[in-house]
């Protein structure tokens, strides 16, 4: 049977990651996966810093990636680094969403896919935003795999969270925390939804066909080849 979204989803929806040249090694499982079972999907990389050879390397893994390049080198530190790869997912969010007219699903570096997602490509039209809940009440989510409606109210929204995540500068975890905050403060205009169990990402759930492993520590690549 085919699903409803295997026919439409290639014309509504955009991926969206960040890399930045210490991370190309880990980013190779996510390009890899991407094109294995869902090439039809246009991937949008935020390269920051990152080299040409970098984005051959991942252009030929993947024939439907494009590159935004951003070069911003004034960092006093990693760490700084870090928290702009960590922060610029809210401003590339909302270009997505005003030029374009497709839905976003935003992922880190560190995720990687073990099948195919229609059935939650299927789920996400049910919602406008959609993030792994870590708390209900506030809202706190787990900011590594983000979809996000094209409406002008999330628009607005997304606008709403890049302008409280510049706040904090360069600094870890801002997006993950503001995301929270703002959803928290629009949580009754708008449909917010956790990943299913099987989509859930937990690198614990042998069930997820997406895994988020959380960075360096681990680059296991346990995918079928």
Not at 71 to 78: I, L, T
């Amino acid at each position: 049977m085919v699903l409803r979204s295997e026919k439409r989803m290639k014309n509504n929806l955009i991926i969206l990651t960040v890399c930045n040249e210490p991370y190309v090694n880990i980013m190779v499982s996510l390009i890899e996966t991407l094109n294995k079972f869902h090439s039809e999907l246009p991937v949008r990389m935020l390269a920051l810093n990152l080299s040409n050879d970098s984005k051959e390397k991942f252009s030929k893994l993947h024939s439907n990636i494009t590159f935004v390049d951003d070069y911003y080198d004034d960092f006093k530190n990693f760490q700084e680094e870090r928290g702009y790869c960590e922060s610029c997912r809210t401003w590339n969010i909302r270009s997505i969403l005003e030029e374009t007219d497709k839905n976003v699903f935003y992922l880190d570096g560190d995720v990687y896919l073990k099948g195919q997602l229609y059935e939650l490509f299927d789920f996400f039209e049910t919602t406008d935003f959609c993030a792994r809940i870590k708390i209900e009440n506030p809202l706190r989510f787990n900011a590594g795999m983000i979809y996000v409606k094209n409406t002008n109210k999330n628009v607005e929204i997304v606008g709403k969270w890049e302008e409280e995540t510049r706040k904090h500068g360069w600094v870890w975890l801002s997006a993950q925390n503001e995301l929270g905050n703002v959803l928290e403060q629009h949580k009754n205009e708008v449909i917010i939804k956790t990943f299913p169990v099987k989509f859930d990402g937990i690198d614990t759930n042998p069930e997820s066909v997406l895994v988020h492993k959380k960075g360096p520590k681990h680059v296991s690549r346990d995918f079928e080849a």
